[in-house]
């Protein structure tokens, strides 16, 4: 079954003001162990919300999910 994680999310930028994220839901990789880290989700973030500025990232309330995947990878996307 796929794994995704369940979370919140505070991003503060650094020139002020921030945004939030409740029951923020993610796909993982099932090959991982049961967990992802703070940071690694921080990052992932960061990067597909393609924010700049960025100050400190909390994740909170954070939870492993069996739940099938909704993005098709990227590799799927393309068209051949």
């Given at each position: 079954m796929d794994k995704r994680v369940l979370f919140d999310f505070e991003v503060d930028f650094t020139n002020g003001g921030g945004i939030q994220g409740q029951k923020f839901r993610l796909d993982i990789d099932?090959?991982?162990?049961?967990?992802?880290?703070?940071?690694?989700?921080?990052?992932?973030?960061?990067?597909?919300?393609?924010?700049?500025?960025?100050g400190e990232v909390?994740?909170?309330?954070?939870?492993?999910?069996?739940?099938?995947?909704?993005?098709?990878p990227i590799d799927e996307n393309i068209e051949k």
């Open positions: 099932d090959d991982d162990d049961d967990d992802i880290s703070d940071e690694e989700l921080a990052k992932y973030i960061v990067k597909d919300m393609r924010l700049l500025m960025v909390r994740i909170l309330n954070k939870k492993i999910i069996n739940e099938r995947h909704k993005r098709q």
